[in-house]
Nanobody, 125 residues
Framework: QVQLVESGGGLVQPGGSLRLSCAASGFPVNTYAIGWFRRAPGKEREGVSCISPGGGANYYANSVKGRFTISRDNTRDTVYLQMNNLKPEDTGIYYC??????????????????WGQGTQVTISS
C-alpha cells in the first residue's frame, strides 16, 4: 500500500522555523523524485521544492530560495523540508508527492504519482 505521510506542521510566528517530514512507503522510494507543494487559502496548489531520487538535484520556487532546504534520507525513505525565516505568505497546507520525473517540471507543473494528505502550516503573530 502506497503511503506518504507528512508531519511537522504547526503554528509559528513570522521569522520562526519548522521542519516538515514526509515518510514514504509501499513503492521504491529511492527511484522517485519527491516534492513539497502547498495550497494557500484561495490559491492553487504550487510547487515549493523538489528533490531528485539521489538528492543531487533540487528545485526551489523563487519565493522560498534561501529560506527553505529540502533533503532526503533514503535509508529511512523520508524527505525533509527545513523552513526558516517563515513569512505569513508561507501559510497553507503542505503536501508531499512522489513522481518519476525530474525536479523542475515536477515542481513547476505540480506533478505527482502519489500524494500525501497534507499538514497545515500557519504563520501568524
Amino acid at each position: 500500500q502506497v503511503q506518504l505521510v507528512e508531519s511537522g506542521g504547526g503554528l509559528v510566528q513570522p521569522g520562526g522555523s519548522l521542519r516538515l517530514s514526509c515518510a514514504a512507503s509501499g513503492f521504491p522510494v529511492n527511484t522517485y523524485a519527491i516534492g513539497w507543494f502547498r495550497r494557500a487559502p484561495g490559491k492553487e496548489r504550487e510547487g515549493v521544492s523538489c528533490i531528485s531520487p539521489g538528492g543531487g538535484a533540487n528545485y526551489y520556487a523563487n519565493s522560498v530560495k534561501g529560506r527553505f532546504t529540502i533533503s532526503r534520507d533514503n535509508t529511512r525513505d523520508t524527505v525533509y523540508l527545513q523552513m526558516n525565516n517563515l513569512k505569513p505568505e508561507d501559510t497553507g497546507i503542505y503536501y508531499c508527492a512522489a513522481a518519476q520525473t525530474t525536479t523542475q517540471p515536477m515542481c513547476r507543473m505540480v506533478v505527482g504519482d502519489y500524494w500525501g494528505q497534507g499538514t497545515q502550516v500557519t504563520i501568524s503573530s
